[in-house]
T-cell receptor, first 109, second 112 residues
Framework: NAGVTQTPKFQVLKTGQSMTLQCAQD?????MYWYRQDPGMGLRLIYY???????DKGEVPNGYNVSRLNKREFSLRLESAAPSQTSVYFC????????FGEGSRLTVL | GQQVMQIPQYQHVQEGEDFTTYCNSS?????IQWYKQRPGGHPVFLIQ?????EVKKQKRLTFQFGEAKKNSSLHITATQTTDVGTYFC????????????FGQGTELSVKP
């Protein structure tokens, strides 16, 4: 019972490269979230998925796309990475209280 | 748009001193949650407050939800080194059910 699993944990990209962050949960929750965390900015919501097949923009969606593949999986894609997307990304799930993954640290050079 | 503001951004205390962080929303919240993130870790849920004026306690932690449901506070009595971390409040974005937005957090350091 892993809870929320994110991969990769670390990634370095060059500007313009693309990549996908993967998130899987085994807690059987409908809602899943992607947040980014930057120093002094707290956690900012990128995208939200209320259930399989639905996604909704959060506070900072520009430059990202998401895919809710099934109830368990919610992926975040950067099509053309920019240095401003250097951050720690957290996936979360829950009904009420949120359960977070360990985070993915992304550096864009 | 709706914002959830938290103060202070940093707080340094001597072990045994008290600590308080404040959370203010520009709009009325249906509920508010508090999370703790240890250095290098991920946020962990502490509590949810729903009722106007609600006060809840967890050992040395006291959580309050304002009468107008636009502000909240977390008070820690007699801090310990295990309290080190960043404390976040979070509320529903525009009261849209599941979308949860977070304050900027208060980073607490405790000197032994």
């Amino acid at each position: 019972n892993a809870g929320v699993t994110q991969t990769p944990k670390f990634q370095v990209l060059k500007t313009g490269q693309s990549m996908t962050l993967q998130c899987a949960q085994d807690m059987n929750h409908n809602s899943m979230y992607w947040y980014r965390q930057d120093p002094g900015m707290g956690l900012r919501l990128i995208y939200y998925s209320a259930s399989e097949g639905t996604t909704d923009k959060g506070e900072v969606p520009n430059g990202y796309n998401v895919s809710r593949l099934n109830k368990r999986e919610f992926s975040l894609r950067l099509e053309s990475a920019a240095p401003s997307q250097t951050s720690v990304y957290f996936c979360a799930t829950g009904a009420g209280e949120l359960f977070f993954g360990e985070g993915s640290r992304l550096t864009v050079l | 748009g709706q914002q959830v503001m938290q103060i202070p951004q940093y707080q340094h205390v001597q072990e045994g001193e008290d600590f308080t962080t404040y959370c203010n929303s520009s709009t009325t919240l249906s509920n508010i949650q508090w999370y703790k993130q240890r250095p290098g870790g991920h946020p962990v849920f502490l509590i949810q407050l729903v009722k106007s004026g609600e006060v809840k306690k967890q050992k040395r932690l006291t959580f309050q939800f304002g009468e107008a449901k636009k502000n909240s506070s977390l008070h820690i009595t007699a801090t310990q080194t295990t309290d080190v971390g960043t404390y976040f409040c979070a509320g529903p974005w525009n009261n849209q059910g599941g979308k949860l937005i977070f304050g900027q957090g208060t980073e607490l350091s405790v000197k032994p």
